[in-house]
């Protein structure tokens, strides 16, 4: 048997509270374990001066380099990769690494950006072990394109996404 372990790292502004929260979140929601990494250091090729944003591939890239385990990064910077303006977060599916970010989940109302951040770190993470886009309406693994789709969406995985991760 294959036991998955989770490592959080963090580049930015990332209030501690938000990283506990979905350390918790995703140790209680997946039942494995999660640990707490360091602050990291995106690659400086990652950040592109004229967009004024960080390239998330290229992070994804230099994270699965670093580490041994799965490892999803978080962070307040503003993200994108190629194709798009911006994404909440992004992974690669069967892949070690994922990142979510909070720049444009940012709202004044505190539990609702952890109901948020937590939701899209589901939905990273469900990618890493494997599973595509749901059409499903409230399960998590269907995409986002706006923070309502993401406050619309539950903070599980529906019935056919739990069969194919064997949950």
């Known amino acids: 048997m294959v036991i998955i372990q989770l490592t ?3 580049f930015g502004k990332i209030e501690p509270s938000l990283i506990d929260h979905v350390k918790k979140g995703l140790r209680a929601k997946l039942k494995i374990p999660v640990l707490l990494g360091t602050e990291i250091r995106p690659p400086e090729d990652s950040f592109n001066k004229f967009r ?6 290229t992070i994804l890239n230099h994270l699965e380099k670093n580490f041994d ?4 990064a978080l962070t307040d910077k503003d993200i994108y990769t190629s194709g798009l303006n911006y994404v909440f977060g992004l992974a690669k599916t069967k892949s070690k690494a994922a990142i979510v ?3 444009r989940l940012n709202t004044d109302n505190k539990e609702l950006l952890k109901e948020r951040l937590l939701k899209e770190c589901m939905h990273e993470f469900g990618h890493v072990l494997g599973l595509q886009h749901c059409k499903e309406k409230g399960c998590v693994m269907n995409p986002s394109n706006s923070t309502r789709d993401i406050d619309n969406k539950n903070l ?12």
């Open 101 to 103: 970010s909070t720049f």
């Open 156 to 167: 599980d995985f529906c019935h056919m996404c739990q069969i194919a991760l064997k949950i």
């Open 8 to 10: 959080i790292c963090y």
């Open 69 to 72: 385990d799965k490892v999803l």
């Open 52 to 57: 004024q944003q960080y390239e998330a591939n």
